[in-house]
């Protein structure tokens, strides 16, 4: 990793806007792939939508201190490194920082070069780790999952935890994550793969129809039962059931089910005497089961019972970083249906993608580069081509939201960034001078950090 920086991602976090931008200067000189947070809970929203292989964080913040989000990496983020950074140095905060988790310890002032040893110092000691991570455990791919960001990543951990035990899943989730594929992986990477696995949506059964269908009825059972049939679960007997929609199981049909749980044994209807089955269950849920819970349309002994353990879905507004992947994962599988080459996705189209917040999820996503597919015959998907809904929506979405001054304040920092904190082009390119640059930035708390000559 640190022959080649340029791959290398770097969180840095300081409440302080002068030292963000001497560190964002000094590490993208180096190379590296830089982000930057004044704040613990702006620091995690971007943890959570990239992969981070470095966090650089002050200790003393407002709120929430360096060591809080020392912590929360350690917890969520094993294989991302931290080097901690601070005002106040002493013996004890650096082995409180240490022992919390961090690498390494910098006391300010600082200067570039002992930045830089500690960070490739850190960073060669996260290779070393990811290496013996490699080693003993290796990346497992489960078909149809598509996905690098740190929020993935976690899911396929826990996948591959999952297919080594034959217990009880809960899969939560919004519509349109993928529910239904992390259980056909955890089904097919594990030691039932070769028996069946049988989906069923409870929502789209009738009530009256839900317990025939899934336990099988006997001939005469009732008014039309002709003869005797079996249920979904005598046919995934020896492999795996996928009970989608659980939340909207009545309740008498969840006290079937729980016994189903505790006896491993199904009664088909009109039938007195119990059948055993060899089934693993999956369920899975949009809902939130405790509410349902304390609204007393769920039972709390069946919610223990499935939630042995859980797969919590991310949905795609937490995931962006996945879009142009996922995308291009999409394009491939339907070109390939429809016999033309895949085209290419524009950047504006990417960045019109990775605003959309997306409420159908990756179904949704999916769905947009079937019907994209259809409507057009180019090489190359630009913008032009995108729902004017989505278009529109992107072009809006920030003014909606914010007065005129952090309008002008973004638009400022994100000139700065562009020409890589140098104020004197910043300013050229904004129409004003160098002095109202400075006070536009003093007021609104912006970078101010120090003068560089003029190029």
Sequence with gaps: MTETPGRTRVLIVDDSRDTLEMLQRNLARE????????????????????????VITDLKMPKISGLDLV??????????????????????????????????????????????????????KLQRRRDAAGTESPPVHFPGLCGESPAMLRVYESLARAAKTAATILITG?????KELVARAIHYSGARAAAPFVPVNCGSIPEELLE????????????????????FFQTADGGTIFLDEIGEMTLSMQVKLLRV???????????????????RILAATNKDLGSLIRKGTFRDDLYYRLNVLNIHLPPLRERLSDIPLLARHFLARHSRELGRQPPRLSDRTIEILGRYEWPGNVRELENLIQRLLVMTDGQVIDAPDLPSF????VQHQKDLHRTLAQVEQEHILAVLDSVGGNKTHAAKILGIDRKTLREKLDRSGGRSGPEEPDT
């Design 174 to 178: 919004e519509s349109g994550t993928g």
């Design 390 to 393: 989505m278009r529109t929506l």
């Design 212 to 231: 025939s269908e899934l336990f099988g009825f006997i001939k005469g059972a009732f008014t039309g039962a002709v003869e005797s049939r079996a249920g």
């Design 31 to 54: 190379g590296f792939q830089v982000f930057a947070a004044t704040n613990v809970p702006d620091a995690i929203s971007l943890l959570e939508g990239q992969p981070v292989d470095l």
């Design 71 to 124: 912590r929360h990496v350690r917890d969520n983020f094993r294989l991302t490194e931290i080097v901690m950074i601070t005002g106040y140095p002493s013996v004890e905060g650096a082995v409180q920082a240490v022992r919390t988790g961090a690498e390494d310890y910098l006391a300010k002032p600082f200067t570039t070069e002992e930045l830089l040893a500690t960070v490739k110092g850190a960073l060669a």
């Design 261 to 279: 749980l505790q006896d491993k044994e199904i009664f088909m209807v009109g039938c007195r005497k119990p059948r055993q089955v060899d089934v």
